[in-house]
C-alpha cells in the first residue's frame, strides 16, 4: 500500500503550471489530496477511493474537483463565492484475477486517451464538441 505523499500534476496551460495535492485525510478507503485556496471552499481536492466489492472485485476512483472563485463585494464587505466549478470522476474495476500487466495497460490507456494528441477525445471534452 502506498504511503499517502504529495501529487503534483500539471494543468493545460500555455506554460503549464504545477499543482501540487497534500495529504488532508485518509479514512475507510478514501484518501483525500487538497490543493489549499486562500478559503477552503476554494480548495481544488483530488480523492482516490478503493474497495473490493462482490466476487473479489476491485474497484478504484479518483475524483478532482476544481472550483473558480471570485470575491463579490457588496456594502464594502468583500466575500469570497464559488462561481462554478469542473469535475472528473474516473472509474476503474478489475478482476481478482487481473494481471499486474493488464492493470497496467487498462491505466496507461486511459492515462493516454486524455492527452491532448487524441483528437476525438479532447475535441468532445474539452472544445464540448460532439463526434459525428
Known amino acids: 500500500m502506498a ?20 495529504p488532508r485525510d485518509v479514512d475507510k478507503g478514501v484518501a483525500t489530496f487538497v ?7 476554494g480548495d481544488k ?5 478503493w474497495r473490493v466489492g462482490e466476487n473479489k472485485r476491485y474497484y478504484y476512483r479518483i475524483v478532482l474537483t476544481y472550483p473558480v ?5 457588496v456594502n464594502g464587505v468583500a466575500v469570497p ?3 462554478r466549478g469542473s469535475l472528473a470522476d474516473v472509474n476503474f474495476r478489475f478482476d481478482e484475477s ?13 492515462a493516454t486517451a486524455l492527452a491532448s494528441a487524441v483528437e476525438v477525445i479532447n ?10
Not at 69 to 73: G, I, N, Q, S
Open 69 to 73: 472563485m471570485v470575491t463579490e463585494t
Open 3 to 22: 504511503q499517502a505523499a504529495n501529487i503534483t500534476i500539471y494543468d493545460r496551460a500555455p506554460t503549464p503550471v504545477a499543482h501540487t495535492f497534500t
Open 35 to 41: 490543493e489549499a485556496a486562500t478559503v477552503p471552499m
Open 45 to 49: 481536492t483530488l480523492s482516490i477511493r
Open 123 to 132: 475535441s468532445t471534452l474539452v472544445k464540448r464538441e460532439g463526434i459525428w
Open 98 to 110: 487481473c494481471t499486474e500487466q493488464e492493470r497496467k495497460d487498462t491505466v496507461g490507456m486511459i
Open 81 to 83: 463565492k464559488v462561481v
